[in-house]
């Protein structure tokens, strides 16, 4: 009975598995030779920028997923010549780049989305001859993505400043 009455007591917790793949960034190291230098000896960062194709391999690794890799590359691609990508030429896109529909719309653009690379924006129709209502989609560009990092970087750069000015 006391037994029964502990396990009660005790909160449950779910078993740690890890973090899902789906909401995970890969960093690699920063001293291997898969990233090119972001700063130098003193810990300062360097003017150089990298490659759309270096930062999607944050959110798609290379090495682990090449398939998403490439096809995320080419839709920013896509994206960036025209800034605003309607539904039908999404569409388009998936077509003539034979890209696999599942792969696009249930991995690669719903990763973009997430981690705040794309915006998503829907605008509710209702077609006057059936009543029909209809959500047609356009992507475009966000700065979340950045803006989320460079948040992560400043408080971090700002705790160590704080650490050492006490020493």
């Known amino acids: 009975m006391v037994e029964q009455e502990e396990k009660e007591t005790q909160t449950k917790s779910i078993a740690s598995r890890g973090i899902p793949s789906s909401e995970s960034l890969y960093l690699p190291s920063h001293y291997g030779g898969e990233i090119r230098s972001f700063q130098d000896d003193g810990e300062n960062p360097t003017r150089n920028l990298w490659s759309l194709d270096e930062i999607v391999n944050f959110v798609f690794p290379k090495k682990y997923q090449k398939k998403y890799h490439e096809t995320a590359l080419l839709f920013l691609r896509a994206l960036i010549s025209k800034k605003k990508l309607s539904g039908s030429e999404i569409n388009e896109?998936?077509?003539?780049?034979?890209?696999?529909?599942?792969?696009?719309?249930?991995?690669?653009?719903?990763?973009?989305?997430?981690?705040?690379?794309?915006?998503?924006?829907?605008?509710?129709?209702?077609?006057?001859?059936?009543?029909?209502?209809?959500?047609?989609?356009?992507?475009?560009?966000?700065?979340?993505?950045?803006?989320?990092?460079?948040?992560?970087g400043d408080s971090w750069l700002a705790i160590v400043d704080d650490a050492r000015s006490r020493v």
């Open 93 to 152: 896109f998936v077509k003539n780049n034979n890209v696999s529909k599942a792969t696009f719309y249930n991995r690669v653009l719903p990763r973009l989305k997430r981690v705040g690379v794309i915006k998503v924006e829907r605008e509710t129709v209702i077609a006057l001859e059936s009543k029909r209502k209809f959500r047609p989609m356009t992507i475009s560009l966000s700065k979340t993505f950045g803006n989320y990092l460079m948040k992560i």
